[in-house]
């Protein structure tokens, strides 16, 4: 999972470089778009690797304008086949276990 700085809102020009660069690293890959409300969205992009990365931006607009400049399908939602493609790091399991046991 790639590291990200909710701060750091990327443009459209980023978001698309971003999205192709990680899809041809992955196989190719499926986005799904994630409103924040006022921070703007999130785009999540799974590779046909499993690999997954997490890109803030703006607003929902720019994430599926940007997908679609990148050749990325946007899902509507976390359907079972999405989801099922998403690998979480040992990390990821360790850092949710801490939360859920407190």
Avoid at 5 to 21: F, G, H, P, Q, R
Avoid at 30 to 36: G, H, S, T
Avoid at 63 to 91: H, K
Wanted: proline share 2%; hydrophobic share 40%.
């Amino acid at each position: 999972m790639a590291d990200r700085n909710a701060n750091i809102l990327l443009s459209t020009e980023d978001l698309v470089a971003a999205v192709k660069t990680f899809a041809s690293a992955h196989g190719g890959g499926k986005a799904a778009v994630e409103y924040l409300g006022k921070r703007g969205a999130l785009v999540i992009v799974t590779g046909a690797d499993g690999e997954e990365t997490q890109l803030p931006t703006t607003s929902i607009e720019v994430a599926r304008d940007a997908c679609g400049q990148a050749g990325v399908a946007v899902d509507n939602g976390w359907d079972n086949e999405l989801t099922d493609l998403i690998r979480p790091s040992n990390d990821l399991w360790r850092s949710r276990g801490r939360s859920m046991s407190r």
